[in-house]
């Protein structure tokens, strides 16, 4: 069965703080990595990985996977209080290309 | 730009009743899934459908049926709801499951409440 474990679970830091959350997996035929903020309503897309070492980049944020010991990580630099979301890792692999998501982190930043 | 489109946005059933969770996507995509958000469980997949006229059981579809209407619609279909089906809905959308490089994009839920 596909496995996807995020840590932590939940982190409360302040305004300004550098933080990283981490996805780790286990599934058959990978494909690809996906990250995702949700905030109120809907999940949005931030990044996909599929290569090892290679950093995804959008502003403060950035993503690295590393498919040699299957995780991945997503940094946040200089944290501000409109980064408070869920944020949700999720796998797609297996023989019908599912994706299959952790249980996400929820990121509190205060001011 | 609509996107992803569920209706309704909020429902309260009582046990026993049905109900039908409609999707509609506008980007041409040919693969629709129906996700359940529960505290502390994450999204968990309910069915999907690759591509118009096919669907596909998913992690969790007991309790449920889908139908997908044509290549824009995806519906999914409560027939005699139950309270462990209190949750919140998430339509999504991809291009193709074979690209696996096109990510989903998620309507913005329906929260269900059966008492």
């Known amino acids: 069965e596909d496995k996807v474990v995020q840590s932590p679970l939940s982190l409360v830091v302040h305004e300004g703080d550098t933080v990283t959350l981490n996805c780790s997996y286990e599934v058959t035929n990978f494909r690809s990595l996906l990250w995702y903020k949700q905030e109120k309503k809907a999940p949005t897309f931030l990044f996909m990985l599929t290569s090892s070492g290679i950093e995804k980049k959008s502003g403060r944020l950035s993503s690295i996977l590393d498919k040699k010991e299957l995780f991945s990580i997503l940094n946040i630099t200089a944290t501000q209080t409109g980064d408070s979301a869920i944020y949700l890792c999720a796998v797609r692999g297996g023989s019908n290309y599912k994706l299959t998501f952790g249980k996400g982190t929820l990121l509190t930043v205060n001011p | 730009n609509a996107g992803v489109t569920q209706t309704p946005k909020f429902q309260v059933l009582k046990t026993g009743q049905s109900m039908t969770l409609q999707c509609a996507q506008d980007m041409n995509h040919n693969s629709m899934y129906w996700y359940r958000q529960d505290p502390g469980m994450g999204l968990r997949l309910i069915y999907y459908?690759?591509?118009?006229?096919?669907?596909d059981k998913g992690e969790v579809p007991n309790g449920y049926n889908v139908s997908r209407l044509n290549k824009r619609e995806f519906s999914l279909r409560l027939e005699s709801a139950a309270p462990s089906q209190t949750s919140v809905y998430f339509c999504a959308s991809s291009e193709d499951p074979a690209f696996y490089n096109s990510p989903l994009h998620f309507g913005n839920g329906t929260r269900l409440t059966v008492t």
């Open positions: 459908s690759a591509s118009e006229g096919t669907t």
